[in-house]
């Protein structure tokens, strides 16, 4: 049973994107980010200086992408023996793996995963320029617009932590970060009702944080702590930021990387066709994840431990820790694809 969250914090970030801000604003809004980040691990941004016309232009590619036949979109198939976030994945060849006491597998949207072109350790995969004209460029433009709007994140983070703008920024670039485009596909009533289906698993990110943006449609859920799972609505002229495995690591759990994962509407809720065929809403989302360099080493912040708190992880690379999450989350199986 879930409820919609209204609950979640709303960060202004102007003060970092501002040339007059001041220091006390800049202050105070990253010790409001942290602690929003320490309480619910999920917050709303807004003012973060993507437009709305940039955003519409993603979705509307998105949609244009998965419009095109499963041949077309073949050209840019995720390969079946990569462990690599790259390419289009089918519906049931990405998956998230069942948390203890789960019954049901999640059904994996489709994906589309795509990374900064200089990655070489990560290649992107395209299809032909002719299928799709003009959408390389556009994703290029907007995978840097991300990253532009991290660096005042990561800027407000690492103030409200350590009290020093340049600490994280200095542990991340734009060059090993994923960008997603998501799409979940139309399921009939009877298969929600039976419960054999349902969207993305619950599961937690391992990256430093996420940025997601999504369309209208419902379908996101947060666990929230002695409430249970909450509904959460996008909100318009705001993204939702998350703080993600790496990060909590980082900071010896003060953080919270919360558990989330895209659950079936209602029955009554988000359908359309008649009553005698009715289908969930199709619904697009687009996550960009933040991580580290994969050669930093990462070890538990300086004043998150001792005085009686210990210091629960080991020093490590993220290259070190990312081999180690992602076996088990492509399967193999040829059948799969």
Avoid at 87 to 108: D, Y
Avoid at 138 to 149: E, K, L
Avoid at 172 to 178: I, R
Avoid at 254 to 273: A, C, E, F, K, Q
């Amino acid at each position: 049973m879930t409820s919609t969250t209204t609950s979640l914090p709303i960060i202004d970030l102007s003060p970092f994107l501002s040339s007059s801000s001041t220091p006390e604003s800049r202050l105070k809004t990253a010790k409001e980010l942290v602690q929003a980040c320490h309480s619910t691990g999920f917050v709303y941004i807004t003012n973060y200086g993507i437009s709305q016309a940039l955003l519409d232009e993603a979705f509307s590619w998105s949609k244009k992408f998965y419009s095109l036949s499963d041949e077309e979109k073949s050209y840019a198939a995720h390969p079946p023996d990569s462990k690599l976030f790259r390419g289009w994945s089918k519906v049931g060849h990405e998956m998230i793996p069942p948390l203890e006491g789960e019954k049901k597998e999640g059904v994996m949207d489709f994906t589309l995963w795509h990374g900064h072109d200089s990655n070489a350790a990560q290649p992107n995969i395209w299809f032909p320029e002719s299928i799709l004209p003009g959408y390389r460029d556009f994703v290029a433009t907007f995978y840097d617009q991300c990253w532009s709007t991290s660096v005042p994140i990561l800027r407000a983070l690492s103030l409200g932590l350590l009290n020093d703008e340049e600490y994280l920024l200095d542990f991340h670039s734009n060059l090993e970060n994923e960008l997603s485009f998501r799409h979940y596909p139309s399921i009939s009533e009877s298969k929600v009702r039976s419960g054999e289906l349902d969207r993305l698993g619950a599961h937690t990110d391992f990256d430093s944080f996420t940025l997601l943006w999504q369309d209208e449609n419902a379908g996101l859920e947060v666990k929230v702590s002695g409430e249970g799972w909450k509904s959460v609505q996008a909100v318009k002229g705001a993204l939702l930021m998350n703080i993600g495995d790496i990060l909590s690591r980082w900071s010896n759990d003060y953080l919270i990387s919360t558990l989330h994962r895209v659950h079936l509407p209602p029955v009554d809720d988000n359908y359309m066709g008649d009553e005698n065929v009715r289908m969930t809403k199709p619904r697009y989302s687009i996550p960009y994840f933040v991580v580290p360099k994969s050669d930093k080493v990462l070890e538990p912040l300086e004043g998150y431990f001792g005085e009686g708190k210990d210091k629960k992880y080991e020093p490590t690379t993220y290259s070190e820790l990312y081999h180690n999450r992602v076996d088990g989350i492509f399967r193999q199986d040829a059948k799969a694809r």
